[in-house]
């Protein structure tokens, strides 16, 4: 099964990754955030525990920091927390992936009789046209992978999907069958597919999982579905919508008709940079969810490079999160214990109250890297509003609100930096309570903010300088009173 073609191609992005990696300025580098060695990341791919370590493989282009040929990038962890790079385990080299404008799309993996088994999209130009295909990788070692000698595993179906729109399949096992979902489009409408397999290399199209109706966007990427306790889950990510982004659906899956009944729809994240979520399960029984925090892919928008390409290297992960599933099928999320690790020197606030006279600074380890559980009592709360400045200097400030009008959470970016703008909302049933918990991670390029028992979370990223270290607490109309605050330091390698 080995590849020369393919072989050639893998050492020839790992010599150039291997001749500019750079970590650019230390203090500005994320430090608990997953990140490319150097050029370009998007989705989170083909999570796994496999011997013991989590795999994590990503889109990746290692030749620039913009997006291009796709490769799939490799790194492992004992932890979550740490990562150690691997070689490139997929790089565009047939006649099915080879195209300078697609390569190695997104997709998954599964373990099978002690090998790897990566299922990707093949994305390919054929007569000016683009064509994407369904393929299969394998290794026996964990590292070095070799395309199986039949690709396309799955070719497009005309009356389900176009061409171009055919992409990211997800793998799982239950009994005697493998299932694969896949993205799709017809018609300017999204579409999960459902496939089913006896044997990993011959699959047969089974179902359209589900579909949209128009109001939901024209292409459903990245999709996911996993089962919890008897709900099942659907998730996916969301093109050519205003209102959503990433939208999870709960209801109920029946493995002998494939019909799955919706009940519930909400959004994985509000923030607005978290992207092609994928979520696997490890050896603790944990589902684990990672995402993309894509603000660096809005470069277009803005007409300038994001503030990372200089030192090399564009794109970041999420924390990882757990997910839980409650009996009305509402989606909850919390950072992964392996966080706690990190923290080091902390500051503690208790019964404070915040008046709307003065904000109170608040210390924070260096200022950059850091985490804040905050509990503020509502039953006496006078204020319109009450948050933090987070990374602030005398010209830029990130907030982080809440507003008790309106019972939103708010993440304001309109001053963070010269290159972040936008106002994100979301509501939060805690503010309708008698008191709210802020869970805030911050890190040198981002803020991620849990609340309402992990069922509202936050992801945005901030591009500030180094020199914008100040944290505050404050209030507005009046004055809430903070029961108890503990702010951390995270201590990472770099600290």
């Not at 990566?118 to 994305?123: Q, S």
């Not at 919890?228 to 493995?255: A, C, E, P, W």
């Not at 109250?353 to 509990?375: C, F, K, Q, R, V």
């Not at 914008?468 to 330091?489: F, M, P, Q």
Request: net charge negative; charged share 25%.
């Amino acid at each position: 099964m080995t590849n020369n073609k393919h072989q050639s191609a893998v050492e020839k992005a790992n010599k150039v990754i291997a001749e500019t990696k750079r970590m650019g300025a230390y203090m500005l580098k994320p430090r608990y955030h997953f990140v490319p060695p150097t050029g370009w990341l998007n989705d989170p791919n083909g999570l796994i525990q496999y011997n013991g370590e989590y795999h994590l493989f990503y889109q990746y282009n290692p030749y620039a920091t913009t997006w291009a040929t796709m490769h799939w990038g490799h790194a492992v962890s004992k932890d979550l927390i740490n990562w150690h790079d691997l070689p490139v385990a997929l790089a565009p080299s047939e006649t099915y992936d080879d195209y300078e404008r697609g390569g190695c799309f997104s997709g998954s993996t599964v373990e099978y009789d002690g090998s790897l088994y990566i299922f990707y999209t093949g994305t390919a130009l054929h007569d000016n046209r683009v064509v994407q295909t369904q393929n299969l990788a394998i290794s026996d070692d964990g590292v070095t992978f070799s395309k199986y000698c039949n690709n396309p595993i799955i070719e497009y179906s005309g009356s389900e999907a176009n061409s171009e729109d055919f992409r990211d399949p997800k793998v799982w096992k239950h009994e005697n069958y493998w299932y694969m979902v896949v993205a799709s489009c017809k018609d300017n409408v999204g579409k999960v597919l459902l496939y089913r397999s006896e044997n990993l290399t011959d699959w047969e199209f089974w179902k359209v999982l589900a579909e949209g109706n128009g109001d939901l966007g024209y292409m459903w990427e990245c999709p996911d579905f996993f089962e919890f306790d008897g709900i099942y889950v659907l998730t996916f990510s969301v093109m050519g919508s205003q209102r959503h982004k990433n939208v999870y659906v709960t209801g109920s899956f029946d493995y002998d008709t494939g019909n799955f009944k919706s009940n519930y729809m909400g959004d994985l994240d509000f923030g607005g940079d978290f992207y092609a979520p994928q979520s696997f399960c490890d050896e603790r029984g944990r589902r684990i969810m990672i995402g993309w925090a894509d603000r660096c892919a809005l470069k277009h928008e803005f007409d300038k490079d994001a503030p990372t390409s200089e030192a090399g290297w564009c794109g970041s992960m999420s924390i990882p999160r757990t997910v839980n599933v409650s009996t009305d099928g509402k989606l909850s999320f919390k950072p992964v214990d392996e966080l706690n690790l990190l923290r080091g020197n902390c500051t503690q606030i208790h019964n404070k109250m915040i008046d709307e006279s003065e904000a109170l600074p608040i210390h924070a380890g260096n200022g950059i890297n850091y985490e804040i559980i905050a509990t503020f009592d509502l039953k006496k709360c006078t204020a319109s509003a009450f948050g933090f400045m987070l990374r602030c200097s005398e010209k830029y400030k990130t907030i982080v609100e809440c507003d008790v009008i309106k019972s939103d959470l708010v993440i304001d970016r309109n001053q963070s930096d010269d290159f972040s703008q936008g106002i994100r909302h979301c509501k939060l049933e805690s503010l309708q309570k008698e008191s709210v918990t802020l869970h805030i991670y911050v890190d040198s390029y981002s803020v991620e903010v849990f609340t309402d028992e992990g069922r509202a979370v936050m992801s945005c990223d901030i591009f500030p300088s180094e020199v914008c270290r100040e944290l505050y607490i404050y209030s507005k109309n009046g004055s809430v009173k903070c029961d108890h605050l503990t702010a951390w330091s995270l201590n990472t390698e770099f600290n």
